[in-house]
């Protein structure tokens, strides 16, 4: 290990929440969405280490070296051969925990950036160390790919490991998300989801997928068709009887809902705002479950690190 980041250097860090998935383009797909955990890392002259939580996680998020962005800090530090200073983390989380909104990954991504920004000038940690970084430590690439740079994202792994393609989205697409109250563990999630399927099954999904592509960057008028799936949703389904019925109710009324991720959040993707709050209405009077809507936009920058004390970007 070699010198320490300059004590005193700080950084602010912000990261979108993500919706991975989109329906058929099950680990390849995802979306960064316009709700952010947004971060001030300091790094300090001792080896203390002091973290403030507030918003999403509060008072239930570790405060320690657990904590996910100091460990996928410490990640960054190790694999370029750098000891990690004392740090201050200060966090507003507005990504909630455990719903489907990717808030694991945008806390990698945070860490990662952090990471960045405070090695700035001594290490360049460049955009493809940090998705493989990023991807080593959430074990998938589909929400930190999206986290990371924005936009629609495919992502894919080949022989030199993690790669992605970042696309425009069509202004028409207005994304809407429903958040329960609940959680849903993502291994779980993932567990439920058979490790094998019908060969009909994985070509209509393929299908699906490339008709998304289109629907999401050219066509949003096929988004209903678009978003269907034999792949995963229905197996999940038993975990998460109301994410089920809530995404039946809104397929039935004409609205391209799929679950968010793992789950449990309910993603729509509308054609047009004002299709959102159609939803919102269908919502509210098909179930006794209480889901709170948020009317995102897409985010298009994806996660950003900017000297605090300067506001230059890293």
Known sequence: MTAMASAERSVAVRVPATSANLGPGFDTLGLALSSYDELTVTALADSALEIVVSGEGAGEVPTDAS?????????????????????????HNTIPHGRGMGSSGAAVVAGLLAAKGLLAGDV??????????????????DNVAPALFGGLTIAWMDENGPQHKKLLVHRGVS????????????????????????????????????????ALTQSPELLMAATEDKLHQSYRAQAMPATDELVRALRARGFAAVVSGAGPSVLVLADGPGQRLEAAEVAASVTDTPWEPRML????KGGTVRNHTEGATA
Request: charged share 20%; no cysteine; hydrophobic share 50%.
């Open 297 to 300: 936009a897409v985010d298009v």
């Open 67 to 91: 904590h996910l962005v100091v460990r996928s800090m410490a990640y960054a530090f190790e694999a370029v051969g750098r000891e990690m200073p004392g740090i201050r983390l200060e966090a």
């Open 124 to 141: 360049e940690i460049g955009p493809d160390a940090l998705l493989r970084l990023a991807t080593e430590l959430e074990g998938h690439p």
């Open 175 to 214: 994304p809407l998300v429903f958040v329960p109250d609940f959680t849903m563990s993502t291994a779980v999630a993932r567990g439920l989801a058979p490790l094998q399927v019908p060969r009909e099954d994985a070509v209509f999904n393929v299908s699906r997928s490339a008709l998304l592509i289109a």
